[in-house]
């Protein structure tokens, strides 16, 4: 048996991009359907980004989603940066006059999720073998299984909010897209713990031992990250030897307070920075992961999916309220100009803070001289300030 469903946008992906893409369509009248593979708890459970642009948070405004973001969002108006036990600060505030907001993607999903299922229409659990259809067309459809049952969902344009590993990307035709892709020959290894902050605001650390960032979800909650071997074995960092080496690579004079305790959540991740191009084909619109992945490095993976999200919305708004589109098929160029612009920044923060080279290599040296340049240089600041802050969009 088929149970045919109709809507007018498929979305794939409960993520932050297809949530917040669902909410802000509900906030224009707009219906959505959202098809998610995964089970509610696991995707309120997933530990992930922490910093959002000021963009970001006006986004969560407009979506009408942003009291508890306001109410427990801590924010920042500045990042600290060690380089070999040196700290110097760079204020966003001062030189670009921005800040950011420090709250989990965990808790900014659990608010969307929370909207949406206040009225605002279904999310579909553990939906398998979501598949597209008749992207060509002007009613493409979504088919799925749940629970046994096989439905068909058919929809206006549908919505590819599905992540990196999701089924969207592949369906755009292999002869019109393109990839661009760099892996690193390392990865982060990350800790989440009961444990107050060592420091009001993140710190970035290059150490001749390697990376390692200190970060927070609140002021009883703190997030940190080493650099590691990508084949890097989690059973071989017991909660103290991780504590020592953040100690080691975080040290400086005067020294962060970093207070141990046992680790909520303990994961290895890969860095990478990849794009697809275009991010659109007849009615198929990708957003967020689904068409590039930055390295956590500056903080921009979830900021991007907020803003391909804007614009896909603004484009879907323009053709249900003026029938018009031409923003629709601007779309891929409109998110890909910035989208570009987080992959460079991304990219460069992670060459600038990671042990790459040799320690006595030409590249080596390069690197301690753009650190020093860094420190020293209001330009390179206000650089680094307002990439980070976030470009507009
Ligand atoms: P998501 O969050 O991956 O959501 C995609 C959703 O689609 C579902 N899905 C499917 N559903 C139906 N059918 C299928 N076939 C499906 N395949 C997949 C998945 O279950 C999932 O629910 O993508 P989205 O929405 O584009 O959001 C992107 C962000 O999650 C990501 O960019 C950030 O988390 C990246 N990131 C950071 N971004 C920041 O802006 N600031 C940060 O500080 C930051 N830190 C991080 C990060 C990512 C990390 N990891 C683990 C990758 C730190 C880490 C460690
Ligand atoms: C985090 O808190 O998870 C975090 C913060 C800043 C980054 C990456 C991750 O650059």
Redesign the pocket.
Known sequence: MTTQERTQVGI???????LLLARLLRVHGIDSVI????SRDY?EA?I????LEQGTVSLMEEAGVADRLHREGLVHDGVEITVAGRRFRVDFRELVGKTVTVYG?TEMTKDLIAARLAGDGPIVWE?AD?ALHGIDSEQPSLSYRLAGVDHTLVCDFIAG???????SRPALPATKSRTFERTYPFG?L?ILADVPPCSDELIYASHARGFSLA?MRSPTRSRY?IQCALDERIEDWPDARVWDELELRLGSDPPPRITRGPSIEK?V?PLRSFVSTPMQHGRLFL????AH??P?TG???????ASDVHYLCRALIAHYEKRYDGLLAAYSDTALARVWKAERFSWWMTMLLHKLHPEESFEAQMQRAELDYLAGSRAAQTALAENYAGLPF
Do not use: M, T
């Not at 992930?48 to 910093?51: E, K, T, Y």
């Not at 909010?161 to 089924?167: E, I, M, W």
């Open positions: 794939i992906g409960a993520g932050p991009a297809g098809l998610e593979a995964r995707v997933r992930r980004a922490g910093v993607q939906a979501v909010c599905d992540g990196f590993h999701g089924v982060w990350g970060s990250y994961s991740a957003a967020g992961d689904a992945i930055v956590p903080a921009k993976g979830l900021n991007l999916a």
